[in-house]
């Protein structure tokens, strides 16, 4: 469903966004950990509590360093993914209670849009309020809502009014807001395009106001120039959109910051694909790109990405194209270090009459033959009936990987 674009008279977007949603759900379940620094993950820190951030603790952030500005004083945790899962569902249904009309970004925020509802509900201000409470009282968790006129304004409001806060953006304050904030508070301004903009003496969204658009272009690309222009001068058009399937499916491991050999680190990916499937075949989805995104120890990323004719929800479709895409990677893993494997399922569709089923080697020939490919559906079943631990790999014998952090709601 779609909201008519046209500029709205009042405030009546919504972002709301859980307060370091991982850590939060540690200090709700155990009681001894509220008001410590709590650390999620040990070898790379996850999620990091309000306290240990007033520390100087960010994400990601190598452990070692975490505890040492902590001073001793960090209770380190390893992650609970069923719990943050279950805890993001329990807030979702209080979002889908508040309005019809919610917009999930990840497991942890989304973009409510709450016009129309003041007779029945009060005002934007009013509901946001009460969604707090209820959040508070019925999950037990801290969150933060910005409330504006536009999606992006919104979400810097969440993102000035944390943690655990609440702050409206009304309609003829938005440029007094927004102008003072540095330029990285834009969507699309990322490290590079800070520093070309500071080089141009560009810091504040002021100063990009004043250098204008033909400025901006000039400058940045005229596509960029006229998103920042506009993003500059409060101008966001996007409504909050509902019924949407999601684009993608995915999910990630950190592997903390001992040297991986390269055995360790395909287990990994044999597991995270093995979920994966499992996921894609539960939506009844099928893929046709995968999507595989490394951070190294030295914090630099890759992404790399392959896609097929048609469709699938095959396993071993999937960790051939997957293990692929590693292989290429491999020189970049035995030169810096593997610290995160993210895997995405991406180019959804629903099932087809056409579906790719036989597995195939890495310049996309197929290996295997029908009898073949009627066993890996046959063990994509029994993992989907009974769980992914009835059949397992003999590469992951033995071995114990932590859960998925999954990137977005299923």
């Known amino acids: 469903m779609r909201i008519e674009r046209r500029e709205r008279d009042e405030a009546s977007i919504l972002h709301a966004d859980l307060d ?5 759900v540690e200090q709700r379940d155990q009681p001894s950990l509220r008001g410590r620094p709590v650390l999620v993950g040990g070898g790379v820190v996850l999620a990091a509590s309000y306290e240990a951030k007033a520390l100087g603790v960010r994400t990601p952030m190598p452990g070692h360093e975490a505890r040492a500005l902590c001073r001793g004083r960090a209770v380190t945790v390893p992650p609970r993914f069923s719990a943050y899962t279950e805890a993001s569902r329990g ?16 497991v942890d925020e989304a973009f409510l849009d709450v016009a129309g509802l003041k007779k029945i509900s009060g005002t934007p201000v009013q509901i946001a309020a009460r969604l707090r409470a209820r959040i508070r009282g019925e999950v037990g968790l801290p969150i933060t809502v910005g409330v504006a006129r536009t999606k992006f304004l919104a ?18 304050g938005e440029l007094a807001f927004l102008h003072p904030l540095p330029v990285r508070r834009l969507w699309g301004v990322g490290a590079k395009t ?6 141009a003496g560009v810091r504040t969204v002021h100063d990009m106001a004043e250098l204008g658009e033909s400025g901006l272009s000039a400058l940045l690309g005229e596509g960029a120039g ?20 999601r684009k993608s499916i995915g999910a ?20 995270l694909v093995d979920g994966l499937g499992g996921r894609l075949r539960g939506a009844h989805r099928c893929c046709r790109t995968v999507v595989l995104s490394l951070r190294f120890d030295d914090y630099s990323r890759v992404t790399r990405s392959r896609s097929i004719g048609e ?36 180019n959804l569709s629903a099932p087809g009459a056409v579906q790719l089923a036989l597995p195939f080697d890495r310049d996309g020939d197929e290996l295997a033959d029908s009898h073949d490919a ?19 790999r003999g590469r992951l014998i033995g071995r114990h990987h932590g859960e998925d952090a999954p990137l977005l709601p299923d």
């Open 252 to 271: 990630q491991r950190a592997l903390g910051r001992r040297i991986k050999s390269e055995s360790e680190v395909e287990a990994t990916l044999l597991a």
């Open 91 to 106: 807030v979702f249904a209080i979002f889908d209670d508040t309005t019809p009309l919610v917009e999930g970004i990840s």
């Open 194 to 199: 800070e520093d070309r903009l500071a080089e």
């Open 311 to 346: 469709p699938t929800d095959s396993t071993t479709v999937v960790l051939a194209l997957a293990r692929g895409l590693l292989d290429d990677s491999l020189p970049l893993v035995r030169e810096r270090g593997c610290t995160l494997i993210g895997l995405s399922l991406t």
């Open 374 to 392: 009627e066993l890996d559906v046959a063990l994509d079943d029994l993992r989907d009936r009974f769980g992914r631990g009835a059949v397992t």
């Open 226 to 245: 006229r998103h920042l222009y506009a993003l500059a001068m409060a101008r966001d058009p996007r409504p909050v959109q509902t019924g949407r399937r």
């Open 20 to 24: 370091s949603f991982y850590a939060s």
């Open 155 to 172: 979400k810097v409001a969440s993102g000035a009014g944390k943690p655990d806060g609440l702050l409206e953006v009304p309609p003829d």
